[in-house]
């Protein structure tokens, strides 16, 4: 099904919020959809899997994953039986992460269209960018929230150089927290960073390495979850 992504899926800011029409122009109930975006290299892949495993024995989730020229994120969460196959879709964007997250979406509305379509209905769909820098952001045409993921191996001054995902996205993940002590970086001063870039949006500081490391993300998710099922 190919939708008019000029009407259905437009935001409107209501109570402070920024919300989006919920059904889907048959008058079914849509998926929130979660993007996440990030450096090449900070772990995104490693976060949807986890949230994956955390979440697909309570909730209905799918995935859509952008590469420029493979299907190399999809492959690995379908190795890892993350959620059956079905239920992982792959873009290959052949050009630059940001024209298919931000600029022309077609192939990325398409996607989530077609696993509503096929295995529907669904509480959720994550949406994960290529590997990209620290101008990614995703259209909100796209998705109705976004995280964005960092990792201290970057450097611990990623927070203070800022850019849209550090500074505007609706949840910042510090990743890697664990590798701190083998790479000089210091976690007081990215907390510091991250909470005068962000003001009141919210940051979480974590390792997928440890058994609860995705905890404070799919709190946040969940989150998410119960208010657009209000």
């Known amino acids: 099904m190919h939708l008019d ?3 259905p899926y437009l935001p409107a800011e209501l109570g402070g919020a920024l919300v989006t ?7 079914t109930r849509r998926a929130l959809r979660i993007g ?4 090449v290299g900070s772990g995104k892949t490693a976060t949807v899997a986890a949230l994956c495993r955390a979440l697909r024995d309570r909730r209905s989730l799918a995935v859509v994953t952008n590469d420029i020229y493979t299907r190399e994120d999809a ?17 290959e964007t052949g050009a630059c992460p940001h024209t298919a997250i931000r600029d022309d979406i077609s192939g990325n509305l398409e996607a989530v269209e077609d696993l ?9 769909i994550l949406v994960e960018s290529g590997g990209d820098n620290l101008t990614a952001t995703f259209s909100r045409g796209l998705v109705d929230a976004q995280i964005f993921v960092i990792d201290v191996a970057g450097g611990d001054d990623i927070p203070r150089k800022g850019g849209p995902g550090v500074a505007n996205s609706d949840l910042l993940v510090i990743n890697k927290t664990d590798l701190a002590p ?7 001063r990215m907390s510091r960073d991250a909470r005068e870039r962000r003001g009141t949006l919210p940051f979480v500081m974590t ?4 058994p609860d490391g995705i905890a404070p993300v799919v709190r946040w ?8 099922a209000e």
């Open 21 to 27: 029409r919920t059904r889907r122009p048959d008058g």
């Open 75 to 91: 492959d690995f969460l379908l190795r890892e039986a993350v959620l059956p196959p079905e239920r992982i879709q792959a873009v």
């Open 182 to 188: 083998h790479v000089g970086s210091d976690l007081d």
């Open 207 to 210: 390792s997928l390495k440890e």
């Open 116 to 124: 509503e379509d096929a295995v529907g209905p669904l509480d959720l």
């Open 221 to 228: 998710v969940s989150g998410r979850l119960a208010a657009w």
């Open 36 to 39: 996440l975006g990030g450096p």
């Open 5 to 7: 992504h000029s009407d």
